[in-house]
T-cell receptor
Framework: GAVVSQHPSRVICKSGTSVKIECRSL??????MFWYRQFPKQSLMLMAT?????????EQGVEKDKFLINHASLTLSTLTVTSAHPEDSSFYIC??????????????FGQGTRLTVV | AQSVTQLGSHVSVSEGALVLLRCNYS??????LFWYVQYPNQGLQLLLK??????LVKGINGFEAEFKKSETSFHLTKPSAHMSDAAEYFC???????????????FGQGTILTVHP
């Protein structure tokens, strides 16, 4: 149990276009999902926290109009990178927190999405 | 606020040798601590975690870590390295440990483990 699926695993897009990344909890309800970004040879940095049915909370320095997060259901959160530029090229990873008592001390990570903007 | 420092961005060991990856944390509340492993272009796999209780935590693949409050450390060890252990390892602390908003992690800088024959 506690599987998080992220799609796509890799995407290449042209500068100026938008890209949507999906994060799904396959076998549990995720009340909260987190989005992280990892630049090459760097650690993971939290971008935002999304709660089902409410607006996402963004970390300082993350542009909310550029990184649109939607958490419309208990099993799906999406991150849309709008007007992508080469500097947005990165590895994006989501994690999801379960509402099950058995898992209440950890969140579960997706496989990540490698975004390349050309 | 919480922070994590991993000493050594690269660690190299021989196959069969002891693996020691260092992690020190700073936390204003009793910490929840995690070790994750990441293989190239993949997501994170949880190795082990400490929340409460026994300070020596055993995880998958023969790894273990000991929570030492007095030293604010959570070092990861494995008695005998295997070639398949070569990967990047991240130590993390939950920003809201002890509260109801767990899952928001602060990561260390990562340590790349190389295992040579």
């Amino acid at each position: 149990g506690a599987v998080v699926s992220q799609h796509p695993s890799r995407v290449i897009c042209k500068s100026g276009t938008s890209v949507k990344i999906e994060c799904r909890s396959l076998d549990f309800q995720a009340t909260t999902m987190f989005w992280y970004r990892q630049f090459p040879k760097q650690s993971l940095m939290l971008m935002a926290t999304s709660n089902e049915g409410s607006k996402a909370t963004y970390e300082q320095g993350v542009e909310k109009d550029k990184f649109l997060i939607n958490h419309a259901s208990l099993t799906l959160s999406t991150l849309t990178v709008t007007s992508a530029h080469p500097e947005d090229s990165s590895f994006y990873i989501c994690s999801a927190r379960s509402s099950w008592a058995r898992f209440e001390t950890e969140a579960f990570f997706g496989q990540g999405t490698r975004l390349t903007v050309v | 606020a919480q922070s994590v420092t991993q000493l050594g961005s690269h660690v190299s060991v021989s196959e069969g040798a002891l693996v020691l990856l260092r992690c020190n944390y700073s936390s204003s509340v009793p910490p929840y601590l995690f070790w994750y492993v990441q293989y190239p272009n993949q997501g994170l796999q949880l190795l082990l975690k400490y929340t409460t209780g026994a300070t020596l935590v055993k995880g998958i693949n023969g790894f273990e870590a000991e929570f030492k409050k007095s030293e604010t450390s959570f070092h990861l060890t494995k008695p005998s390295a295997h070639m398949s252990d070569a990967a990047e390892y991240f130590c993390a602390v939950d920003r809201n440990a002890g509260g109801t908003s767990y899952g928001k992690l602060t990561f260390g800088q990562g340590t790349i483990l190389t295992v040579h024959p």
